[in-house]
């Protein structure tokens, strides 16, 4: 079994910031990309931010400059700054992360249960 434990949601003014993090426990031998998704009301869920175990990241083009993703991985925990935020941003946020129990299992995609993030205008 496999747990993310999101944190640092909450309700922030327009211009303001927040700082998610994604704890990771359980059966884990290695964890490959981590990546924030985020879905608002009547929307599908998209892609954030993503991050390699190297440190590689790529962002969606409407958080490029303003939100910066990071990871600790002796924490296997991974955070999402957002800068600037505008009520656009205002969505669940998810966290994901592709992880393996073991060096000879495939990798398995696994979401946390989501954080509201709500930006008032």
């Known amino acids: 079994q496999v747990q993310l434990v999101e944190s640092g949601g909450g309700l922030v003014q327009a211009g303001g910031s927040l700082r998610l993090s994604c704890a990771v426990s359980?059966?884990?031998?290695?964890?490959?990309?981590m990546g924030w998704y985020r879905q608002a009301p009547g929307n599908q869920r998209e892609l954030v931010a993503a991050?390699?175990?190297?440190?590689?990241?790529n962002y969606a083009e409407s958080v490029k400059g303003r939100f910066t993703i990071s990871r600790d991985n002796a924490k296997n925990t991974v955070y999402l700054q957002m800068n600037s935020l505008n009520p656009e941003d205002t969505a669940v946020y998810y966290c994901?992360?592709?992880?393996?129990?073991?060096?000879?299992?495939?990798?398995?995609?696994?979401w946390g249960h989501g954080a509201q993030v709500t930006v008032s205008s």
């Open positions: 994901k992360i592709s992880s393996r129990s073991a060096y000879y299992t495939p990798y398995n995609d696994y």
């Open positions: 359980g059966n884990i031998f290695s964890i490959n990309a």
């Open positions: 991050i390699t175990r190297s440190g590689s990241t």
